[in-house]
Nanobody
Framework: EVQLVESGGGLVQAGGSLTLSCAAS????????MGWFRQAPGKEREGVSC????????EYADSVKGRFTISSDNAKNMVYLQMNSLKPEDTAVYYC?????????????????????WGQGTQVTVSS
């Protein structure tokens, strides 16, 4: 059973930084594409970033490019999201997502959105 546990959320001032962590278990980490999504109140869940291995190229939503960095540590079954230059509009619950690489076709974030397993989420609040 896929289990994902996020941590690292909190309250930060605009311009600050946070690093989110996702501990994965119950599956072969190397066989999965991992991603981060977020959902603000009243809004649909949106893809933030994804990666398919520690040496793989990452994808980012336009809204976070240049500010957020995704990374993974396959030896520890961990995926991270380093968030810099945070803005109030980054306020949301952030979710870790996992999907078998063989189930991913085309747009990885779209595939994750529709078919991924999810963690419980961690709240990020950015004050202005």
């Amino acid at each position: 059973e896929v289990q994902l546990v996020e941590s690292g959320g909190g309250l930060v001032q605009a311009g600050g930084s946070l690093t989110l962590s996702c501990a994965a278990s119950g599956f072969t980490f190397d066989d999965y594409t991992m991603g981060w999504f977020r959902q603000a109140p009243g809004k649909e869940r949106e893809g933030v970033s994804c990666i398919s291995g520690s040496d793989d190229s990452a994808e980012y939503a336009d809204s976070v490019k240049g500010r957020f960095t995704i990374s993974s540590d396959n030896a520890k079954n961990m995926v991270y999201l380093q968030m810099n230059s945070l803005k109030p509009e980054d306020t949301a619950v952030y979710y870790c997502a996992a999907l078998e690489k063989t189930a991913v076709a085309g747009d990885r974030l779209r595939a994750l959105f529709h078919f991924a397993s999810w963690g419980q989420g961690t709240q990020v609040t950015v004050s202005s």
